[in-house]
């Protein structure tokens, strides 16, 4: 199995030694920081609320967040199990103007979704229901990907979305949500039918093309943690028995690198629907490139072994073309990497490319590359282009649609708290390199405290109706954090 996201996931020989994304021991818990006593707890029996304060025998099982590093221990965290507890939560954190945060999967990877005081925690609004014949899936918002896989699979479907098995459907789904299969059929969002949000005013509203469709634009794209709490989604899903999965591997030279590069990003976006890639870059040490390019085809694998000729015929692998066809659910683990919830300390920055990078632009990212320690740092390129293209990017709050290449993702992982200052420079010194080549636009899922305009950066030209849902659902802004959608467009 390999996850899209490990530093280490190329081959062995290529990557010597692990940079430290394995789960080392968990960390003591930082002590919540000191703020004023709580008011009287909500009367919610425990069938709704699992109330944890630290001094419970539960509360650690519930603290672990994705990020170490932005991990942080609450005063109080509600874990909701019904609907209704989350409307009663949110009425009381805001009749006593209490600062809060709302979690799902916590990969949040600047820890929006932590807080020191009240976190409304939807990991209790779990259940799953599909409806083979309609094609729907049903979903609780505190559901994980590799849940909702498992439902699907057990009736022969299937849904498009990340690799990584932990996360939340939540955040993942109202950000975008790329996976796998989006380029044969779409973001994660262009599959939401209706969603139930909790509103500032603790209302309870159905979501649709049809009721409420502002507030259901917002939701699809948009980004989590600005207009209230989604407490369930109903998903459209596909059949779909089994996918190609394929990778291979080289290390190269800068020169040679910046070559296979460039023949890859000829062809990922544009290549046939039924592929979607990922082309990894890392320091292989001594001043070379591993370069491993990883996918999934709902094609015929004559179709991808004729296409991966593109990349194939150009250098000698280090670890040849691996291609298997295998079930969705072992598609999915092929990719899924553990299991177990794993928290680590990570930085990540993002790029959208939304024209092709020019020859210097390819040379200045293999020459920032090459000298960082081996595992310091890996780029994760996402190809768009098919389904994503198909959908006007103004049908939605996601604004990359047509005419966007891929998605660069500056990733670094690590297991100890000292090596956090190596590693985020690391990633901010790639990330510079590119600046003279870039325009600014990020994905917000991939969210980044250090952008200086977040807002356009994340939504682009879609930013200005955004906040005019905002102003609607949320004037006085209840629901924010570092990156929320803000009330008023930024001064010009």
């Not at 290529?14 to 930082?30: K, N, T, Y």
């Not at 779990?126 to 559901?143: E, H, P, Q, R, W």
């Not at 994503?388 to 998605?407: E, K, M, W």
Request: aromatic residues 8%; contains cysteine.
């Amino acid at each position: 199995m390999e996850h899209p996201l490990r530093v280490d996931e190329f081959d062995a020989s290529e990557m010597p030694s692990s940079v430290g994304v394995e789960p080392a021991a968990a960390a003591p818990p930082p002590p919540a920081a000191a703020s004023a006593p709580l008011p009287p707890l909500p009367n919610l029996p425990a069938t709704d609320v699992l109330f944890l304060k630290p001094s419970d025998a539960h509360y650690a099982d519930y603290l672990p967040a994705a990020n170490r590093r932005t991990q942080l221990s609450p005063s109080l965290r509600a874990v909701c199990k019904t609907e209704h507890a989350v409307a009663v939560m949110v009425d009381w954190v805001r009749t006593n103007n209490l600062k809060f945060a709302v979690r799902c999967g916590g990969h949040s990877y600047e820890g929006f979704s932590q807080s020191v005081d009240v976190v409304i925690d939807v990991r209790g609004l779990s259940t799953i229901s599909v409806d083979k014949t309609a094609g729907l899936v049903t979903a609780g918002s505190g559901v994980s990907l590799y849940h909702l896989y498992q439902a699907l699979a057990a009736q022969g479907l299937a849904l498009q979305a990340g690799s990584c098995p932990t996360v939340g459907i939540s955040g993942h789904l109202t950000g975008g949500g790329h996976g796998l299969l989006a380029r044969s059929h779409g973001l994660t969002c262009d599959s939401l039918q209706q969603v139930t949000v909790i509103d500032s005013q603790a209302r309870t509203l159905q979501a649709s093309a049809t009721s409420e469709p502002d507030l259901y634009w917002a939701c699809r794209g948009g980004g989590g943690g600005s207009f209230g709490v989604a407490t369930q989604f109903v998903i459209r899903a596909f059949p779909l028995q089994t996918a190609l999965v394929f990778g291979v591997s080289w290390t190269l030279s800068q020169a040679h690198a910046a070559r296979m590069f460039a023949a890859w990003q000829a062809w990922a976006p544009n290549a046939p629907s039924t592929i979607t890639s990922i082309m990894k870059v890392g320091p292989a040490g001594n001043g070379l490139i591993t370069m491993r390019c990883i996918g999934q085809s709902v094609g015929t694998e004559t179709e991808l072994r004729n296409q991966l000729q593109t990349l194939t015929t150009l250098a000698t692998a280090s670890r040849p073309l691996s291609v298997q066809s295998l079930s969705f659910l072992n598609a999915v683990l092929h990719f899924a990497g553990p299991l177990d919830y794993e928290s680590v300390y990570m930085k990540a920055k993002s790029d959208y490319v939304l024209t092709p990078l020019d020859t210097a632009g390819i040379s200045d990212m293999m020459a920032a590359v090459a000298p960082i320690p081996v595992g310091g740092v890996v780029l994760l390129c996402d190809s768009y282009g098919g389904k994503i293209a198909d959908v006007a990017a103004d049908a939605t709050a996601f604004p990359r649609r047509a005419g966007t290449q891929y998605c660069i993702q500056y990733y670094s992982s690590w297991t100890r708290a000292a090596d956090t200052p190596v590693h985020v420079a690391q990633v901010a010194k790639v990330y510079a390199a590119m600046r003279p080549h870039l325009p600014g636009a990020s994905y917000v899922n991939y969210c980044d405290l250090d952008l200086p305009d977040y807002a356009t950066a994340y939504w682009g030209s879609n930013l200005g109706r955004l906040v005019a849902v905002k102003q609607e659902y949320d004037p006085d802004n209840l629901f924010h954090h570092a990156q929320s959608v803000p009330v008023s467009l930024p001064a010009a």
